[in-house]
């Protein structure tokens, strides 16, 4: 194999697929990113057996030929090079690749591509494109709120699905919880979405689907199987194994009948909290107590080894002595989803789940669960 390449574009393919090549693993191989040259481009292929990312990038191929070589060695040695620079790599068929670049010369390892695992992508029953903004806004106000439970497995994701809602039609809508919290965002449903199965995708694809995703313009395709998903923007393809299990019945844990209603403003609801959660325990799960009552909200905390603190907001709320308590991280990471500039709170009672949503906007929605306090 003998190509050239331009520095930047070898750089930006290189770090879409390392990223998923993990740092320690059992099968050298899973270790290194295949390369394929032909056809005046190069194919990047790197896995860790349930993600699978392939990019292709513009080169001048003098050779045709298949190796692979170390993931992150590799994209350490190019993101050192001079900006815009030539980069060659040639192998002569035997254990090494020799990458020069100016007056910088590697002799890199390579393992024989014949190992190289296949992430086979079966058949796909349904595919749809969405614009690259919608699926990120999805996973943006849902990802903070996927479990890290490994017991509860199918918790570790974010759970993908069509719903017929009335009055609005089909949407596609994202949920993720940790029981602890719950977060729910939608977007009318791309032509081609109808019916598809529900499907949990893994938290470590949507990170990576995330990255891929931040700065994109344009349309991304997206393949679902029951065992696969595949998701395909310009010239890079992620596939990905989906969690197996059954996502809980998230809509019987959504409160219909809270009608307790405060609206805050959100900037100074989130300072309030943030400070006063200053002294916050640890120990005693970062508890914070909102105390309402017509038109002022009072945030307290009280730590046994360091003291009080108390903090009062003006908000709208027509209902006397409520009181509930929160853990500040989670209110915290809710109140961060809030786009416009009042937060709204829709309460039951001290025991039972707080709804939150942005004023006026119904395509996500927030549940927390309340703490002693």
């Known amino acids: 194999m003998k190509v050239t390449l331009e520095r930047?574009?070898?750089?930006?393919?290189?770090?879409?697929?390392?990223?998923?090549?993990?740092?320690?693993?059992?099968?050298?191989?899973?270790a290194n990113v295949l390369f394929k040259a032909g056809d005046d481009k190069v194919e990047l292929r790197a896995t860790d057996l349930d993600i699978e990312v392939t990019e292709s990038v513009p080169a001048m191929?003098?050779?045709?030929?298949?190796?692979?070589?170390?993931?992150?060695?590799l994209y350490e040695i190019v993101r050192k090079l001079a900006d815009g620079a030539e980069v060659r790599l040639e192998?002569?068929?035997?254990?090494?690749?020799?990458?020069t670049s100016g007056r910088s010369r590697f002799n890199l390892a390579c393992l024989s591509p014949d190992s190289f695992p296949d992430l086979k992508s079966g058949s796909f029953g349904h595919e749809f494109s969405m614009p690259a903004s919608a699926l990120r806004e999805l996973i943006e106000r849902t990802q903070?709120?996927?479990?890290?439970?490994?017991?509860?497995?199918?918790?570790?994701?974010?759970?993908?699905?069509?719903?017929?809602?009335?009055?609005?039609?089909?949407?596609?809508?994202?949920?993720?919880?940790?029981?602890?919290?719950?977060?729910?965002?939608?977007?009318?449903?791309?032509?081609g979405a109808q019916g598809m199965p529900g499907i949990i995708v893994p938290k470590k694809t949507v990170g990576e689907v995330q990255k891929l995703?931040?700065?994109?313009?344009?349309?991304?395709?997206?393949?679902?199987?029951?065992?696969?998903?595949?998701?395909?923007?310009?010239?890079?393809?992620?596939l990905s194994k989906l969690i197996e299990g059954t996502f809980p019945d998230y809509d019987r844990v959504t409160p219909k009948n809270?009608?307790?209603?405060?609206?805050?403003?959100?900037?100074?609801?989130?300072?309030?909290?943030d400070r006063v959660s200053t002294i916050a325990s640890d120990r005693g799960g970062k508890a914070v107590k909102l105390q309402a009552r017509?038109?002022?909200l009072e945030l307290s905390v009280t730590n046994p080894d360091h003291g009080t603190a108390s903090e009062e907001l003006a908000v709208e709320f027509d209902t006397d002595g409520f009181e509930i308590?929160?853990?500040?991280?989670?209110l915290l990471d809710i109140i961060s989803q809030i786009r416009s500039d009042n937060a709204v709170f829709m309460f039951n009672d001290a025991g039972s789940p707080t709804l939150v949503k942005d004023e006026g906007e119904t395509r996500a929605l927030y549940v927390l669960m309340p703490m002693r306090v």
Do not use: W
Not at 16 to 27: D, I, K, P, Q
Not at 91 to 99: F, I, P, R, S, Y
């Open 8 to 30: 930047n574009h070898l750089l930006k393919s290189l770090g879409h697929v390392h990223r998923v090549v993990e740092r320690r693993n059992t099968y050298p191989i899973l």
């Open 61 to 73: 191929v003098s050779t045709a030929g298949t190796t692979t070589v170390p993931a992150h060695t």
């Open 91 to 99: 192998t002569d068929g035997g254990e090494n690749m020799v990458l």
């Open 144 to 191: 903070f709120a996927i479990s890290n439970e490994e017991t509860r497995y199918y918790l570790n994701g974010i759970y993908f699905h069509t719903v017929d809602v009335s009055n609005v039609g089909v949407v596609l809508r994202a949920v993720a919880t940790d029981g602890h919290r719950m977060a729910r965002a939608e977007i009318e449903a791309p032509s």
């Open 213 to 238: 995703l931040d700065g994109a313009e344009g349309d991304v395709t997206v393949e679902v199987s029951d065992t696969k998903i595949r998701f395909t923007l310009g010239s890079v393809v992620l």
């Open 258 to 273: 809270n009608d307790k209603q405060m609206n805050v403003d959100r900037a100074s609801f989130a300072t309030a909290v």
């Open 294 to 296: 017509e038109g002022l």
């Open 325 to 330: 308590g929160f853990n500040a991280r989670y």
